[in-house]
């Protein structure tokens, strides 16, 4: 195959969006429509990309720099043909120029691939699909052999011609020579007053030229967002999709209706993830792992034979395997939890390294800490580790045993094979084996009065 160019037409405003967001900005699977069709572009190992933008250009550039994409600005949106040509003097003249669209963002490398092998220096090729409801849609007029003879919209279409169920998916494959070649000869001759792409087909047969055609199978693949409610379904469609590939993978997943993966999922064989979970980021899960329902995993790696019960968050953290957390935790950013280390209900780790076998059961706060291994941390307990400009740590032995409801003011050592009292404020270091009590000491009072509410006067 000839050197591969890719225009990406994103101009469009996405009026029916009833959005100040442009439309390829909206995100699908937790990535903009247009981020789609860039990374399947870079799979196809195109030389360059061409991005035609127009509304929200500036917001467009932002959203994807540092990509090497080149933008091309559309001025005034006169037409899908009309917008290629913005991009035309950026594409190398011997190369086969592929074009899609921002808003279409779920069509297969695989078929693309496929795709690209149709077309020649001497022809064309464009992409089709059969559709129960082709309304809206330009249809693929055939000749009397099967050979296609023009694509023509629905606004420019004869009764007959509406009823014909295969479409244009408005995705093209052309030599960039013969664009070159045609673009500066499409007219507005139509209901729009526009300047349409699907005229290259009527150019390239005057000019004897072959126009090859692919059938999509799956409709998805070439289905655009026009509206919120389709940008909804196809999410649906495609966290379908991305739910049987786990499944196949040897992945148990409790209802594949139930879970968003908006982000990169890796895992195991015999991984087990329960409904409403959601995946953002770059998200690793080790063999075995259980995920419990209503857990929210984040740039995460768990390692193999973990539990993640109900209701957790896992945010920017590496748990080691054989860990245990939750229900209702939350892990937040630079905690590590080395092998079989237990994180119980209502449990806030933060910025802390939890040694083998520690267990920090419930109802505890533990930031900016290291704890050894097999260390039990009591109910209640909570490290002061902010002072309201800086934040301090909080280390902790191997083997030391917190009772509940202790605050540890950081800085502050608890040496190894420490105790700590219950209901203790530690705010200086605890030597090993020692026991630390910091408590105020318990009077009973006898005859106490509680107090009564004063009888109102007047």
Same mark, same amino acid.
């Given at each position: 195959? !000839?050197?591969?160019?890719?225009? #990406?037409?994103?101009?469009?405003?996405?009026?029916?969006?009833?959005?100040?967001?442009?439309?390829?900005?909206?995100?699908? =699977?937790?990535?903009?429509?247009?981020?789609?069709?860039?990374?399947?572009?870079?799979?196809?190992?195109?030389?360059?990309?061409?991005?035609?933008?127009?509304?929200?250009?500036? @917001?467009?550039?932002?959203?994807?720099?540092?990509?090497?994409?080149?933008?091309?600005? !559309?001025? &005034?949106?006169?037409?899908?043909?009309?917008?290629?040509?913005?991009?035309?003097?950026?594409?190398?003249? !011997?190369?086969?120029?592929? #074009?899609?669209?921002?808003?279409?963002?779920?069509? @297969?490398?695989?078929? %693309?691939?496929? +795709? %690209?092998?149709?077309?020649?220096?001497? /022809?064309?090729?464009?992409?089709?699909?059969?559709?129960?409801?082709?309304?809206?849609?330009?249809?693929?007029?055939?000749?009397?052999?099967?050979?296609?003879? @023009?694509?023509?919209?629905?606004?420019?279409?004869?009764?007959?011609?509406?009823?014909?169920?295969?479409?244009? /998916?408005?995705?093209?494959?052309?030599?960039?020579?013969?664009?070159?070649?045609? %673009?500066?000869? #499409?007219?507005?001759?139509?209901?729009?007053?526009?300047?349409?792409?699907?005229?290259?087909?009527?150019?390239?047969?005057?000019?004897?030229?072959?126009?090859?055609?692919?059938?999509?199978?799956?409709?998805?693949?070439?289905?655009?967002?026009?509206?919120?409610?389709?940008?909804?379904?196809?999410?649906?469609?495609?966290?379908?999709? *991305?739910?049987?590939?786990?499944?196949?993978?040897?992945?148990?997943?409790?209802?594949?209706?139930?879970?968003?993966?908006?982000?990169?999922?890796?895992?195991?064989?015999?991984?087990?993830?329960?409904?409403?979970?959601?995946?953002?980021?770059?998200?690793?899960?080790?063999?075995?792992?259980?995920?419990?329902?209503?857990?929210?995993?984040?740039?995460?790696?768990?390692?193999?034979?973990?539990?993640?019960?109900?209701?957790?968050?896992?945010?920017?953290?590496?748990?080691?395997?054989?860990?245990?957390?939750?229900? +209702?935790? &939350?892990?937040?950013?630079?905690?590590?939890?080395? !092998?079989?280390?237990?994180?119980?209900?209502?449990?806030?780790?933060?910025?802390?390294?939890?040694?083998?076998?520690?267990?920090?059961?419930?109802?505890?706060? $533990?930031?900016?800490?290291?704890?050894?291994?097999?260390?039990?941390?009591?109910?209640?307990?909570?490290?002061?580790?902010?002072?309201?400009?800086?934040?301090?740590?909080?280390?902790?032995?191997?083997?030391?045993?917190?009772? /509940?409801?202790?605050?540890?003011?950081?800085?502050?050592?608890?040496?190894? =094979?420490?105790? $700590?009292?219950? =209901? /203790?404020?530690?705010?200086?270091?605890?030597?090993?084996?020692?026991?630390?009590?910091?408590?105020? *000491?318990?009077?009973?009072?006898?005859?106490?009065?509680?107090?009564?509410?004063?009888?109102?006067? =007047?």
């Amino acid at each position: 195959m !000839q050197s591969l160019d890719v225009v #990406i037409l994103a101009a469009g405003k996405g009026t029916r969006m009833h959005s100040a967001r442009p439309k390829v900005l909206h995100a699908l =699977g937790g990535k903009p429509l247009l981020q789609h069709v860039v990374d399947t572009a870079r799979k196809l190992g195109a030389g360059g990309i061409e991005v035609v933008i127009g509304h929200e250009a500036e @917001r467009i550039e932002q959203a994807l720099a540092g990509q090497a994409l080149h933008f091309v600005r !559309q001025e &005034r949106q006169l037409g899908t043909g009309h917008a290629v040509l913005q991009a035309l003097p950026g594409l190398n003249a !011997q190369a086969l120029a592929l #074009i899609l669209y921002g808003d279409v963002p779920l069509v @297969r490398e695989a078929t %693309l691939r496929e +795709f %690209l092998q149709l077309p020649d220096a001497n /022809s064309m090729a464009v992409l089709t699909c059969r559709v129960a409801d082709p309304t809206g849609l330009g249809r693929i007029v055939r000749d009397d052999d099967g050979a296609i003879c @023009r694509i023509v919209e629905e606004k420019d279409a004869s009764a007959a011609e509406r009823g014909i169920e295969e479409i244009n /998916s408005g995705i093209m494959a052309v030599p960039v020579a013969l664009l070159q070649r045609w %673009l500066p000869r #499409i007219e507005a001759n139509n209901a729009q007053r526009e300047y349409y792409l699907t005229d290259l087909v009527g150019l390239a047969l005057a000019d004897d030229c072959r126009v090859h055609t692919l059938c999509c199978e799956d409709e998805v693949e070439i289905t655009g967002v026009n509206n919120r409610v389709q940008l909804a379904q196809l999410e649906r469609r495609y966290q379908a999709r *991305r739910a049987e590939a786990l499944m196949l993978a040897g992945v148990t997943l409790r209802d594949p209706a139930r879970i968003d993966l908006r982000g990169e999922l890796e895992a195991g064989v015999d991984t087990e993830i329960d409904v409403n979970v959601i995946v953002e980021g770059v998200v690793s899960l080790g063999d075995g792992v259980h995920i419990g329902p209503n857990c929210v995993l984040k740039n995460c790696r768990i390692g193999a034979g973990s539990r993640i019960d109900a209701n957790c968050v896992v945010e920017d953290a590496q748990i080691g395997e054989a860990c245990s957390i939750g229900p +209702f935790a &939350r892990i937040r950013p630079g905690t590590v939890l080395e !092998q079989a280390a237990k994180i119980g209900n209502f449990v806030e780790i933060k910025n802390a390294h939890v040694g083998h076998h520690s267990k920090v059961n419930h109802l505890s706060y $533990v930031g900016d800490s290291e704890l050894g291994s097999e260390v039990n941390i009591g109910a209640g307990t909570i490290t002061c580790n902010y002072d309201g400009v800086n934040k301090a740590r909080t280390i902790i032995g191997d083997k030391v045993f917190i009772g /509940s409801n202790t605050a540890l003011v950081a800085p502050v050592n608890v040496a190894s =094979g420490a105790t $700590v009292a219950a =209901g /203790s404020v530690i705010t200086e270091n605890v030597g090993q084996e020692q026991l630390a009590v910091a408590r105020g *000491r318990q009077r009973n009072i006898d005859g106490w009065k509680r107090p009564v509410k004063n009888k109102p006067t =007047g």
